[in-house]
């Protein structure tokens, strides 16, 4: 039976290919062995896989801006009864408290990236 060392260093390993017992394994390789410790092999591991994962796409519902005018304000920042804004004068009353006055809203098909997962099927149509 061959015995590799298990060293940190690079090791020769070979055995004399006319013996009877090597002629009967049918095999006499030289082999050239070095240790690999588990953490860099775990890592090659992961940086492999992360290789081989799709990228992601853009967002359609928010043009990959990561976000969406607000649905109650209208994107104004202040609440709208009708077709008429509460106040003619902007005041800390009136600011929509859904954006809080920024007149848009974090997209939640993207979660505010603007991208999404290519294997995530296609966002729903908002009405």
Same mark, same amino acid.
């Given at each position: 039976m061959l015995?590799?060392p %298990?060293s940190? =260093?690079?090791q020769?390993?070979? +055995?004399?290919?006319?013996?009877p %017992?090597a *002629?009967a *394994?049918a &095999? /006499?390789?030289? +082999?050239?062995a070095? $240790?690999? #410790?588990?953490?860099?092999?775990k890592r $090659?591991e @992961? *940086?492999?896989?992360?290789s081989k994962?799709?990228?992601p796409?853009?967002?359609?519902?928010c043009?990959?801006n !990561?976000?969406v #005018?607000c649905k109650w304000c209208? !994107?104004?920042?202040?609440?709208?009864? !009708? #077709?008429?804004m509460l106040c003619?004068?902007?005041s @800390?009353n =009136?600011?929509?408290?859904?954006? &809080?006055g920024?007149g848009?809203?974090? /997209?939640?098909?993207?979660?505010g =990236?603007?991208? @999404? *997962?290519?294997?995530?099927?296609e966002p729903p149509?908002?009405?």
């Amino acid at each position: 039976m061959l015995s590799i060392p %298990r060293s940190n =260093t690079p090791q020769l390993c070979s +055995i004399n290919c006319n013996t009877p %017992r090597a *002629a009967a *394994a049918a &095999a /006499c390789v030289r +082999i050239k062995a070095s $240790m690999v #410790d588990d953490s860099s092999a775990k890592r $090659m591991e @992961r *940086a492999w896989l992360i290789s081989k994962q799709p990228s992601p796409v853009s967002c359609s519902s928010c043009q990959s801006n !990561g976000h969406v #005018d607000c649905k109650w304000c209208g !994107g104004t920042g202040f609440f709208i009864i !009708g #077709d008429n804004m509460l106040c003619q004068v902007p005041s @800390r009353n =009136t600011s929509c408290v859904i954006c &809080a006055g920024k007149g848009s809203t974090r /997209c939640s098909d993207c979660k505010g =990236t603007g991208f @999404r *997962a290519k294997w995530l099927e296609e966002p729903p149509v908002h009405k």
